[in-house]
């Protein structure tokens, strides 16, 4: 039922209302590839890397700090005794200190990266927007091929299938090439001006 009417919607779209010559003038664009080769994109994983490995460097001091407290609870300690009791309750704060350390800066990092693919994807629409305007596009359609090597299962495949948005298209409305240009210029330049 809802394919049903987002075919109708795309059919509606593209025949209706007619420019001033009587056409509709269509384009597509690649959003995967053009996200994929936007470097902002490469730029912004790179970082994302880099805090991940921050990250788990952190994690690793905190994990061997437990470790030996752990170790030293074991070998250095007599049960019962208010050391032993004094190191367990130093083990136990070490190990909620290093879960909520590493929940929150997980949650911080999920929210910066989702925050950095709307943006990107902010960028693109303008993009897109700024190249169909410019070239008199009445309606731009994202559209993307088929993994060349296609999922093992079925319903991975009728999921690729029934998620594609054009079937066809002709290469000389493909946008996607120049909205890429453009992105990258744009971002070159604002790159450029940052740097002292």
Known sequence: MMSMLCSSVVAFLAVGPLGANGAVKVAVVNVPAVSERYQRTADLEAQFERRRQQLNEQR???????????QSLREELQPGSEAHAARRKELALLE???????????KTI????????????DDIQA??????EGGSIDLVLAADKLPDNPPESTA???????????????????????????????????????KP
Do not use: H
């Open 156 to 194: 991975q495949v009728r999921q690729q299938i029934v998620l594609q948005k054009v079937l066809f298209w002709r290469p000389q409305i493909d946008i996607t090439d120049e909205v890429v240009a453009r992105l990258n210029a744009r971002y070159n330049a604002q790159k450029a001006e940052q």
């Open 96 to 106: 909620a200190e290093m879960q909520f350390f590493m929940e929150s800066e997980g």
């Open 110 to 121: 999920e929210l910066q990266m989702a925050a950095s693919l709307r943006s990107i994807f």
């Open 60 to 70: 690793t001091a905190m994990n061997d700090k437990i470790e030996r407290t752990r």
């Open 127 to 132: 993009v897109i927007r700024e190249v169909a």
